[in-house]
Nanobody, 123 residues
Framework: QVQLVESGGGSVLAGDSLKLSCVASGRTINSFAMAWFRQAPGEDREFVAAISFESGTTVVADSVKGRFAISRERAKNTVGLQMNKLKPEDAAVYYC????????????????WGQGTQVTVSS
């Protein structure tokens, strides 16, 4: 089993930055794929970014490309999401997810999920 705990959410103004963190515990995640998804009220959960924890290879959604970056700290079993130039449409609950499979944009591929952290962006 893997437990995921997100932190770093908050309320910011458009154009500001935030960094989310996700700490994994329960087992080593060196061979896992890690990802961030987000869900706004009334919307489906959508892919934001993913990373191969072993290789560091990343992929990000087109909607956040150039503004968001995913990273990992292997020694701390942690995945981060640096969010810059935030827009009101980025407001959502952000979820960390883990998978034993290669990373993908499909949330069905992720077996482990955190509780989420709220990001609010005001214009």
């Amino acid at each position: 089993q893997v437990q995921l705990v997100e932190s770093g959410g908050g309320s910011v103004l458009a154009g500001d930055s935030l960094k989310l963190s996700c700490v994994a515990s329960g087992r080593t995640i060196n061979s896992f794929a890690m990802a961030w998804f987000r869900q706004a009220p009334g919307e489906d959960r959508e892919f934001v970014a993913a990373i191969s924890f072993e290789s560091g290879t990343t992929v990000v959604a087109d909607s956040v490309k150039g503004r968001f970056a995913i990273s990992r700290e292997r020694a701390k079993n942690t995945v981060g999401l640096q969010m810059n130039k935030l827009k009101p449409e980025d407001a959502a609950v952000y979820y960390c997810a883990a998978s034993v499979r290669p990373y993908s944009r499909d949330l069905q591929g992720y077996a482990y999920w955190g509780q989420g952290t709220q990001v609010t962006v005001s214009s």
